[in-house]
């Protein structure tokens, strides 16, 4: 069974940066597709980025340029960049394995003075 555990959200200013972490077991995590996704408040769950097995990446249009995915395959890791948060950056971010659908618990993200 997949597992999958988001790490590194909480409370920053707008302009401020996070790292966010998934840490994935039990599966062979380097032959899937990841993603982050975000769901704010009142809001259907968005696509944020997803990263291929082979490293192409893709992105939402409100983060391109901001928002770095990236993945350590050795670590069984997928990371999310975030600079020049803003507020409408605010959500529960989860971690998603695409090849499984399998989701994390999610981990907040929260952009306010």
């Known amino acids: 069974q997949v597992r999958l555990v988001e790490s590194g959200g909480g409370l920053v200013q707008p302009g401020g940066s996070l790292r966010l972490s998934c840490a994935a077991s039990?599966?062979?995590?380097?032959?899937?597709?990841m993603a982050w996704y975000r769901q704010a408040p009142g809001k259907q769950r968005e696509l944020v980025a997803a990263i291929t097995s082979g490293g192409s990446t893709i992105y939402t249009d409100s983060v391109k340029g901001r928002f770095t995915i990236s993945r350590d395959n050795a670590e069984n890791t997928v990371f999310l960049q975030m600079n020049s948060l803003k507020p409408e950056d605010t959500a529960v971010y989860y971690c998603?394995?695409?090849?499984?659908?399998?989701w994390g618990r999610g981990t907040q993200v929260t952009v306010s003075e």
């Open positions: 998603n394995n695409r090849g499984t659908n399998s």
């Open positions: 039990g599966s062979i995590f380097s032959s899937y597709t």
